[in-house]
């Protein structure tokens, strides 16, 4: 049964510090992993879709990494702001109807 | 090209009355997941369906609740006779793909019992 467990639960920042997310499965069999941000009240927004065959995928300044075999997956914000306050969850797609597994999230606070 | 669209934003059910909530994918996609968001929980997958049938329902409990996705018109997850612990956000995603594609999710549905 497929796990995922994000460290740490919490995160507080000054502005302009960069900072890694970090995010861990426990079967590497998996066809995607996703990381979406969500605002308090709100949905979740995309941030980056990465492929099983693929590495890394970069948006902005956000870069996210993916090691299949040691199931593992970081997120890097770059010269964080106070915008990027929310909650980070990562999300494994390990099954082939597409449902995602979620980890419990990390709440960033970025102080200004 | 509009988001998935969810409504009610909120909702308020008395314990014992039924809960639809209502999912419209976004424009192309044919393929429906809803998840439920327990206060101080992660989100959980409930069922993924296709048009007209449900594909995956694993993650639904096993009474009260159902869901479909008719050819013409959104999709539904209704919640009949509502307990307390019913109460959460209950969360949409499309994806015009089963598998290798990027789900997009709605601004969920607030269920509040009382």
């Known amino acids: 049964k497929q796990e995922v467990t994000q460290i740490p639960a919490a995160l507080s920042v000054p502005e302009g510090e960069n900072l890694v997310l970090n995010c861990s499965f426990t079967?590497?069999?998996?066809?995607?992993l996703q990381w979406f941000r969500q605002d308090p009240g709100k949905g979740l927004t995309s941030l980056l879709l990465?492929?099983?065959?693929?590495r890394e995928q970069t948006s902005g300044r956000l870069n996210a990494s993916l090691d299949k075999s040691s199931g593992r997956s970081t997120l890097y914000i770059a010269a964080s702001q106070p915008g990027d306050s929310a909650t980070y969850l990562c999300a494994v797609g390990s099954s082939n109807t597409g449902k995602l597994i979620f980890g419990q999230g990390t709440t960033l606070q970025v102080k200004p | 090209n509009a988001g998935v669209m969810q409504n009610p934003r909120h909702l308020v059910r008395r314990r014992g009355q039924e809960a639809r909530l209502r999912c419209s994918p976004m424009?192309?996609?044919?393929?429906v997941y809803w998840y439920r968001q327990l206060p101080e929980e992660g989100l959980k997958f409930m069922v993924y369906?296709?048009?007209?049938?449900?594909?995956?329902e694993s993650g639904m409990p096993k009474e009260r609740f159902s869901a479909e996705f008719p050819k013409e018109g959104p999709s539904i997850l209704r919640i009949q006779q509502v307990v307390r612990g019913d109460s959460a956000a209950y969360f949409c995603?499309?994806?015009?793909?089963?598998?290798?594609?990027?789900?997009?999710f709605g601004q969920g549905t607030r269920l509040t019992v009382v």
């Open positions: 990465i492929q099983s065959s693929q």
């Open positions: 995603a499309s994806s015009p793909g089963r598998v290798n594609t990027e789900a997009f």
């Open positions: 079967d590497s069999a998996i066809y995607n």
């Open positions: 369906l296709q048009k007209e049938n449900i594909i995956d």
């Open positions: 424009k192309g996609h044919s393929h």
